[in-house]
């Protein structure tokens, strides 16, 4: 990963000549004007409609829109609705939808620590992706080891201030157990495409600061444990650097350049979460004084006995609030560590059973969906904004549909959405997943009315966006502040 990121300075599709590069600006303007007041208000179709068509021909994007009136149970808003578009990160409502359905709105994610008579310790993960999170733990003021030394002075307490021979963590087979298939290699050490397993710690990232003194780089690498050795190849310099880490993660090595002392952490993913986590554990056992005299081993869960281990401790995380990790600011491990638990434990598995669990739930017709992850990182997942929208609506009829709404960001205010649609007509009236990747940008959610009850779910989805997709987002904005005052005029 480089610790300075590459920006894209890409500008929008250029035009042959002076005519097109107006109607483009005039298109943009059309877009986003205000629907005129005083008269009948017009139908939202005819104004979602004019809308969209002069975004298309001036950009040359391909645009899916539809919206459902929740008390009514009628669209408002149909266009291109049948046709699959790239969801981008708005497939985290899937899953989303998916965990409520398999697994209920209360669900606790469950992690257990047990010792066997041989002064093993075996730490057994149920996908919790909570563990050690700095943003949490940032909330709740307190340090990202506070669990795992919890558990240290449990363990403490189980052993009579004894011996801690191995510490054992599940093992996971396959060539790359820990990503969807679909993810790029070439990225797997950007933060965004961290890993996910049945065990994880600290968003399965190191996190990297820079001391910059008499011409000498001193790094900080979070999270800290002596069972990982920091190699540090850095230089005094300008340009950028990276960190990379061994296959069990027992190693990390910076190389590049760094300009600087820094304080933010700046992120990198991690390659064998059970493996990190462990040996992270062990260094806070020692910490808290417990010996440890062995190494961390992955092994089949199968072939343990477990009416030999004795649970010295346990972590119970409740699903609302790794759902609202995962989707205020698109934590995409959070969201993959969701699809696994619901599903069968593997991404081909578990995106099959999301399909038919979906479909089944919210009557989507087949076909409607293509799903290869959880997070919306790859590009060959595939929806409808029909389904998308009727899948939100029929969320919205559940008693535990507040979870997933409550975990969307809110225009104006908070999440990804907290410097867009701040107007006081639409600030806080917007409950949605935003999405990105190359080419893609997709917004769909709620609008909200009094006591934040949704009136209507939407899907706004843009592909084949050409250059930036700014224009794109103005588009969704000026479509959302359409569908709000169609509530307000009911």
């Avoid at 959070?334 to 638990?341: I, K, T, V, Y």
């Avoid at 225009?411 to 990747?437: E, F, H, N, P, Q």
């Avoid at 009315?449 to 706004?460: D, N, T």
């Amino acid at each position: 990963m480089n610790g300075q990121a590459n920006q894209s300075t890409a500008s929008p599709a250029r035009r042959g000549d002076a005519g097109a590069g107006l109607l483009f600006w005039w298109a943009i303007a059309l877009v986003l004007a205000p629907v005129r007041a005083g008269g009948r208000p017009p139908l939202v179709q005819g104004v979602v409609t004019e809308k969209v068509r002069a975004f298309e021909k001036a950009t040359g994007a391909r645009v899916g829109v539809v919206a459902i009136d929740l008390a009514a149970g009628k669209r408002t808003v149909a266009l291109r609705d049948r046709e699959l578009f790239i969801p981008a990160r708005n497939q985290k409502l899937l899953t989303g939808a998916f965990a409520l359905v398999r697994l209920g709105g209360d669900y606790r994610f469950a992690t257990g620590v047990f010792l066997t008579p041989d002064a093993d310790l075996l730490v057994f993960g149920g996908f919790d992706p909570t563990l050690g999170d700095p943003v949490l733990a940032r909330a709740d003021g307190k340090s990202i080891y506070a669990e795992l030394d919890r558990w240290a002075g449990a363990i403490a307490k189980g052993t009579r201030g004894g011996t801690v021979r191995d510490i054992l963590v599940p093992a996971t087979a396959g060539a790359n157990p820990f990503r969807p298939p679909d993810w790029p290699a070439s990225r797997k050490h950007t933060s965004y495409q961290a890993p996910a397993a049945r065990l994880n710690f600290h968003n399965n990232c190191f996190g990297a600061t820079f001391t910059v003194s008499d011409g000498r780089i001193t790094p900080a690498i979070t999270p800290a444990t002596r069972l990982i050795v920091v190699h540090n190849l850095l230089r005094v310099g300008k340009g950028y650097w990276s960190l990379t880490s061994a296959r069990d993660d027992s190693a990390v090595w910076l190389r590049g350049k760094v300009a600087g002392t820094t304080r933010c952490p700046l992120y990198a993913a991690a390659n064998n979460p059970p493996m990190l986590t462990g040996r992270v554990l062990a260094g806070r056992l020692v910490l808290a004084g417990t010996a440890f005299s062995g190494r961390v081993r992955a092994v089949d869960p199968a072939k343990i006995d477990w009416r030999r281990a004795r649970l010295i401790c346990r972590t119970t995380t409740p699903l609302a609030k790794v759902m609202r990790r995962a989707n205020k600011h698109s934590l995409n491990m959070a969201s993959e560590c969701m699809l696994l638990r619901a599903g069968d434990g593997t991404w081909s598995g578990s995106a099959k059973t999301l399909t038919a669990s979906l479909s089944k739930a919210f009557d989507l017709p087949q076909g409607a969906m293509v799903v290869r992850d959880g997070s919306g990182l790859s590009r060959k997942n595939r929806v409808s904004p029909d389904a998308m929208a009727r899948l939100l609506a029929g969320v919205a009829r559940r008693k535990d549909a507040p979870m997933l709404v409550d975990s969307l960001p809110l225009s104006g205010i908070d999440g990804t959405l907290a410097r867009r649609m701040r107007g006081a007509a639409v600030r806080g009236r917007i409950a949605a997943k935003t999405g990105y990747v190359a080419g893609v940008s997709c917004l769909s959610g709620y609008v909200l009315g009094p006591k934040a009850r949704p009136l209507s779910a939407f899907s706004i989805m843009v592909n084949r966006m050409p250059g930036r997709v700014a224009p794109a987002k103005g588009l969704q904005d000026a479509i959302c502040e359409v569908l709000v005052g169609a509530a307000d005029e009911k």
